[in-house]
């Protein structure tokens, strides 16, 4: 004999839902579903499901290892019933259509669905066509009345089980399973003074639901890192063409909490969290006051935009290019020492200074890649006005018998600033390994092996000159 039962989501919600997000747009849920199994095969129904469930992952287990269950079938179901689904379902049959117009009384109308105009997964199959009074219309007449539901119409994307089971059984089961249509990402909101090195950071976690269920008061971690998951080769349909990716992890605490996890860091919400369907959510998940991050001012005046150096390995002209920009970037060290210490997921960081009246103004912002505690980090924020900088060759022998080359260049500088500033020249030694610096107007630092930084303080409305000449060995 077959038993059959259906769950409902807050029915089979003995506990609260359990949900890691990764920040590739796909998420693990956990659910509690109570189930009571007479001996034999039993037909359980649990409609509790998200629109983009990954059914191969589903995991039905007994969290005690107490229970013997098997599971004969699974299938799902995701055409929840709709006005397009239902005209579907009576497509041949007449039905009444209650019909309202301006100026005169509400009534209805008698038609015969010729086609629906749906399709299968929600996709438009055209336009629906309604026979009215021998005639057809290739819209609706007025708003559709249907009969009542049958017992194999949902409501919900739904997922069936036929489990045999021994002996009767009542427990509480745990469903695990991957879903697409939940991601997280992390942005930054950085203030400044209008002088001096500190800034107050405040980072959000903003969640994006768009999975098709509710998840209310969800225990939430999220999973920072670059997770390998298997892309499908061919596209598939909307509610499957999202990226996904597996793991498993639970619970949280009053502020978030972060370990590491694996190769990843793992971050766990301090309080429950509703996400409803379709929703955005922002959660506050790290504070930082007075944490060093001096302004820096960089010429590279061989690369025409920031971090992309390009040069082109071509005699005589490789490395002579030249542009007037200098760089403005914020550095601060992510460490317990300077306020912060928590490991930074990906994100945009956006900064805000202060005026003299005390009004905020925006100033930049840039992206972060993942960044582990007591690493530093050195943000790009746009241009300098008043700094300049000009870059130009006076020199190059070549002697290719004897395997040398020499080159001379000269970097003029100069302030427009109230106040005194320092600027750090970068210069790309890269026609060859073997390098050596033989003249020079000023001391210099390596900071690796093909790229050295000459730092210069000006005064306001200072010029200044660094030239040097590098020869080449190979």
Do not use: C
Not at 175 to 200: F, H, M, P, Q
Request: charged content about 25%; overall charge negative.
């Amino acid at each position: 004999m077959l038993a059959t039962a259906v769950l409902s989501p807050s029915a089979a919600f003995a506990a609260s839902p359990s949900l890691t997000i990764y920040n590739q747009n796909f998420a693990v849920v956990r659910d509690t579903v109570s189930l009571d199994l007479k001996s034999g095969v039993n037909e359980v129904s649990f409609s509790g499901m998200t629109a983009m469930a990954e059914t191969d992952s589903v995991i039905l287990r007994d969290p005690d290892s107490k229970v013997k269950f098997q599971i004969l079938e699974q299938s799902y179901r995701n055409d929840p019933v709709s006005s397009g689904l239902m005209l579907r379902l009576n497509e041949g049959k007449t039905i009444d259509f209650f019909v309202r117009e301006p100026n005169k009384p509400d009534h209805k109308v008698s038609g015969k669905i010729i086609r629906s105009g749906y399709g299968s997964g929600g996709r438009g199959a055209g336009q629906p066509i309604i026979e009215v009074d021998g005639s057809l219309r290739f819209s609706l007449p007025g708003e559709p009345v249907f009969p009542s539901l049958d017992d194999d119409t949902i409501l919900n994307p739904t997922l069936t089980w036929m489990i045999h089971t021994p002996e009767a059984v009542k427990f509480d089961s745990e469903l695990a399973y991957v879903t697409g249509g939940l991601s997280w990402k992390s942005d930054y909101n950085i203030v400044a003074a209008e002088k001096g090195d500190s800034i107050d950071m405040v980072g959000w976690v903003t969640f994006n639901n768009m999975s098709g269920n509710l998840f209310k008061d969800a225990k939430v971690k999220l999973m920072a890192g670059d997770v390998n998951k298997v892309q499908p080769q061919a596209p598939r349909d909307f509610a499957r063409n999202e990226r996904k990716a597996m793991m498993l992890g639970a619970e949280m605490a009053d502020v978030v909490t972060e370990k590491a996890f694996d190769e990843f860091h793992l971050y766990t919400i301090g309080r429950p969290v509703t996400l409803r369907d379709q929703e955005t959510k922002q959660v506050e998940f790290i504070r930082g006051s007075n944490v060093k991050a001096p302004k820096i001012f960089v010429y590279d005046g061989a690369t025409m935009n920031y971090g992309h150096w390009n040069y082109y390995r071509g005699e005589g002209e490789y490395g002579v290019q030249t542009n007037k920009k200098v760089w403005v970037l914020r550095e601060f060290k992510n460490s317990k020492e300077n306020n912060l210490g928590m490991a930074l997921p990906k994100g945009r960081l956006r900064f805000y200074s202060r005026d003299d009246d005390g009004s905020l103004q925006f100033t930049g912002e840039n992206n972060i890649d993942h960044t582990a505690k007591d690493e530093t980090i050195r943000v790009y924020l746009g241009n300098s006005f008043d700094l300049v900088g000009e870059r130009r060759r006076t020199g190059y022998k070549a002697d290719s018998s004897n395997k040398w080359l020499d080159e001379t260049f000269e970097i003029k500088l100069r302030n427009h600033k109230k106040e005194a500033v320092e600027i750090r020249v970068v210069e790309h030694l890269s026609r060859f390994d073997n390098w050596e610096i033989k003249e020079k107007s000023n001391d210099f630092r390596s900071l690796d092996s093909h790229t050295i930084e000459f730092p210069v303080t000006l005064k306001p409305d200072e010029e200044k000159i660094v030239t040097y000449k590098v020869h080449y060995t190979w």
